[in-house]
């Protein structure tokens, strides 16, 4: 993101890794390939040469605002071009970009409110609810409650989980795929709801993003509050789950709820710091759920190291960089693509982890988490992840 900010119309690309399958939606009828044309400029950053290319559209008769492309890591030629995306599954073979494992989502222009921006439409936001009886292909959930529809998954689960992904992610691969499968192998009766805004979080549109929280907010309302009142869910079994602007989302929908409903649970993973730093509308504080649990993995760069939550974990320190993500050790397992946001991410890979291992990261309370001298209590004990709130 960083990169983004710095030259916001490039795209980076570092060098090779190993395949991974991925799938995107891609249109049926004629699909024509949309022609870009790339200019190279190299760029020394951060000690890295970093290649980035300008993509221009040259076919002008593809309205851009229909397309999306998957980039992926290693290969400067867009990598695969769907023109009006969600309406087709179609598998495709892609490798992990440059940043993050799998493939990121880029758009020519960003969907949003904006005045340059792409018009948004119902399908941008999907709520893709995945249970024991439904791994694999999620049932649509509307947003209001219709009459008829397959609501019986929704209603049997004893906790619901609604899990927010973050900026550029597609949710095919990547975090959100993570999370359903780790809820899905335990024994309990879960629903996952997997919130998929992809479209709205496009690279490298990361503050056209950050004002798309509001929609996707507003819809999650609008959806919790008429699934209440039609007693298809009760807000107490609710576990919202957010990653980086993800965490801002759940954490903006426990302040619009109406009086009298409030989440059981939101846990952040490393809450989003760019463009939140003097942001108090739509920030993640504890007033949004009964309980906030917050892990902090990259404080100060991708990720808010401020404490906003019931409680707040630190695992490492809580900062840049997470054993694991140093330059020679990526370097040296053939991940440099993750250089930028290794540490960012160690927080969902944390909370995947403890989904399916809930002990495995015992926790001593601090006064002062981010001090050197700390002064903790050895006798006050939690765990981070998934068994935070059972202590
Ligand atoms: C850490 O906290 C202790 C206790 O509050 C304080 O005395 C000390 O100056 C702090 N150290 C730093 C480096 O901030
Ligand atoms: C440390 O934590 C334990 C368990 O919560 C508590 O009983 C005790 O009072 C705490 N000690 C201090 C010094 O706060």
Not at 236 to 255: D, E, P, R, T, W
Not at 338 to 366: E, G, T
Request: glycine fraction near 8%.
């Amino acid at each position: 993101m960083i990169l983004s900010l710095i030259l916001l119309r490039f795209f980076f690309v570092l060098l090779a890794s190993e395949n991974s399958a991925a799938f995107v939606k891609k249109t049926p009828g004629p699909s024509k390939p949309v022609q870009f044309q790339s200019n190279k400029v190299d760029f020394g950053l951060f000690g890295y040469q970093l290649e980035a290319i300008e993509y221009k559209q040259v076919d002008t008769d593809i309205d851009i605002c229909d397309q999306f492309t998957i980039y992926k890591f290693g290969v400067p030629q867009p990598f695969y071009t769907v023109e009006n995306p969600r309406t087709e599954e179609q598998p495709i073979i892609t490798k992990p970009p440059f940043i993050g494992e799998t493939g990121i989502k880029v758009r020519p222009k960003p969907k949003g409110k904006c005045v340059s921006c792409c018009p948004t439409g119902p399908a941008d936001i999907q709520l893709q609810l995945f249970s024991k009886f439904q791994r694999e292909t999620p049932v649509l959930l509307p947003p209001v409650k219709e009459k008829t529809g397959n609501y019986e998954n929704l209603k049997r689960a004893s906790t619901i989980i609604i899990y927010i992904h973050g900026f550029m992610e597609i949710t095919d691969l990547g975090s959100a795929n993570n999370i359903k499968n780790a809820y899905l192998s335990r024994a309990d009766d879960y629903a996952v709801i997997i919130v998929d805004w992809s479209e709205l979080v496009s690279f490298p549109w990361y503050f056209q993003a950050v004002n798309n929280i509001e929609s996707v907010a507003k819809l999650l309302v609008t959806f919790l509050e008429t699934y209440t009142d039609a007693g298809t869910i009760n807000i107490g079994n609710i576990h919202m789950i957010g990653f980086s602007l993800g965490a801002h989302v759940a954490g903006h929908v426990g302040q619009l709820l109406r009086k009298g409903l409030k989440i059981r649970r939101i846990t952040a993973l490393d809450p989003a710091l760019p463009g939140f730093k003097s942001e108090k509308k739509r920030k993640l504080s504890k007033s949004a759920a009964e309980f906030v649990d917050v892990i902090h993995t990259d404080g100060g760069n991708f990720g808010n190291i401020e404490a906003v939550g019931h409680v707040d974990f630190y695992p490492n320190g809580g900062t840049f960089r997470q054993p694991g993500c140093s330059r020679t050790f990526l370097a040296k397992t053939g991940k440099l693509y993750d250089l930028f946001s290794c540490s960012h991410n160690r927080a969902h890979k944390f909370f995947v982890n403890s989904i399916i291992s809930p002990y495995d990261f015992p926790a001593v309370k601090c006064l002062i988490a981010r001090n050197q001298t700390k002064v903790c209590n050895e006798s006050d004990t939690a765990y981070m992840g998934i068994a935070a709130y059972f202590k």
